[in-house]
């Protein structure tokens, strides 16, 4: 028998900060609604990568079909892990103007904070599931970057920085269809230090 090695180690998910259940305009319990999600995404990567190892990849009659959907499923667990990671890691602050470097390299790209807040709202509006500000390094600028689905990343070599997360569980229990209510409340209450965190650490 011949399978793929998959070396790994199961994960168990980030606990939230406590400022993250005190959020303005977000209830604690859309944020607990919210955290299970992530919570299942964290349950069925270590579930894949569990099965994965068993997957004979030298028979005979291999179609590869259930290679496939593992694959497939994997990307999208994992896409869930980390989007929602960056979510509410940098949820719980006191929202307000962007600060610091990162602010300089926003008023650099987009003109001015309130342009590139106009900008990832419409982004948000725009999408089904995901918006991103992210560094794209080969056009050496930040975008507001839109997805549909957790495993559509932003673009390959651009670093998300701010993770803005419009699928319906994200606001149905505050806001039901009011998505543009809730992405102002998202605004409201980012963490700016963490954000300048993920932006230092970019190195650019």
Request: glycine fraction near 8%; charge should be negative; avoid cysteine.
């Amino acid at each position: 028998m011949s399978t793929l090695v998959y070396r790994f180690e199961e994960i168990a998910p980030r606990p939230l900060r406590p400022e993250v259940f005190e959020l303005d305009g977000i209830s604690r319990a859309a944020v607990e609604a919210h955290y299970k999600l992530y919570e299942g995404y964290v349950a069925k990567r270590n579930e894949i990568l569990a099965r994965l190892a068993d997957v004979d990849v030298s028979a005979a009659n291999q179609t590869f079909s259930e290679l496939r959907a593992l694959k497939v499923d994997l990307t999208f667990a994992i896409g869930g892990i980390k989007n929602h990671e960056l979510y509410f890691g940098h949820l719980g602050g006191p929202g307000g103007a962007p600060e610091g470097a990162f602010d300089d390299l926003v008023t650099r790209h987009f003109g001015s904070a309130d342009a590139w807040r106009a900008d990832l709202k419409a982004t948000g509006m725009a999408g089904r599931g995901w918006a991103w500000t992210a560094y794209d390094w080969d056009e050496g600028r930040l975008f507001n970057y839109l997805g549909d689905a957790q495993n559509t990343f932003p673009v390959w070599n651009a670093t998300p920085i701010l993770a803005l997360d419009t699928y319906e569980h994200a606001y149905f229990i505050d806001y039901a269809v009011n998505r543009a209510g809730y992405i102002d409340a998202f605004l409201k209450n980012l963490d700016w230090d963490v954000v300048q965190k993920s932006y230092d650490s970019l190195h650019i």
